[in-house]
């Protein structure tokens, strides 16, 4: 066998906050200006290391937008980790948040699910939310909370490192 691990994560949050492009540059280190908008859902597979064991990751890009809502309902189940991502420069996005655990809740039948808080854009000069806000809002739901640039690539990896690893310790 190839791999320690296999872990099922999805990622979730409203359309445009950069779901897609997370995953560009997480898998092969591009990202694009251009916004094309996710269809239903996407999947690609990566390996990486968590300590000194191999972790192959199953990666499920969600679409935000509201109507394909029960469609991507179904790719919750049996998820491991959750990504739930917000822009730092839409307090919508940040709101809604809580909206996106709700559906998780409903959802995903894994009781031991993790999750991972993720402000994206932080490159952005037009930024909404504060940091404080957002690490108050992680630590009220026991949650890590890390801030992204898909642009610059800036702690991408550790999005990914960050929830493996929660995930193996739990
Ligand atoms: P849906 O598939 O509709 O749910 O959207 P999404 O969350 O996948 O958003 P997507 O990754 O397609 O990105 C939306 C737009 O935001 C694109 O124009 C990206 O170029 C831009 N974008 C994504 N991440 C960043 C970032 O970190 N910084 C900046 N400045 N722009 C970003
Ligand atoms: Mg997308």
């Known amino acids: 066998k190839e791999y320690d691990y ?13 779901k897609s492009s997370l995953l560009s540059r997480f898998n092969d280190n591009e990202f694009s200006e251009s916004f094309i908008s996710t269809i239903g859902v996407d999947y690609k597979t990566k390996n990486i290391m968590v300590g000194d064991e191999h972790a192959r990751l199953q990666l499920w890009d969600t679409a935000g937008q509201e109507r394909f809502r029960t469609i991507v309902g179904c790719y919750y189940r049996g998820a491991h980790g959750v990504v739930v991502v ?5 307090s919508e996005s940040f709101a809604n948040v809580r909206n996106w655990l709700y559906e998780i809740e409903n959802h995903c039948d894994r009781p031991s699910r993790c999750c991972i808080l993720v ?5 952005h000069p037009r930024r909404q939310v504060l940091r404080s806000d957002a690490e108050r809002l992680a630590a ?3 949650i890590p909370y890390v801030e ?8 991408v990896d550790r999005v990914f490192v960050t929830l493996s690893q929660l995930i193996v310790e739990t």
Do not use: M, P
């Open 119 to 123: 402000g994206n854009k932080r490159d």
């Open 148 to 155: 992204t640039s898909a642009k610059t690539g800036r702690n």
């Open 86 to 90: 917000f822009d730092v420069t839409s």
């Open 6 to 18: 296999l872990f099922k994560l999805i990622v979730v949050g409203d359309s445009g906050v950069g």
């Open 140 to 142: 009220e739901l026991h």
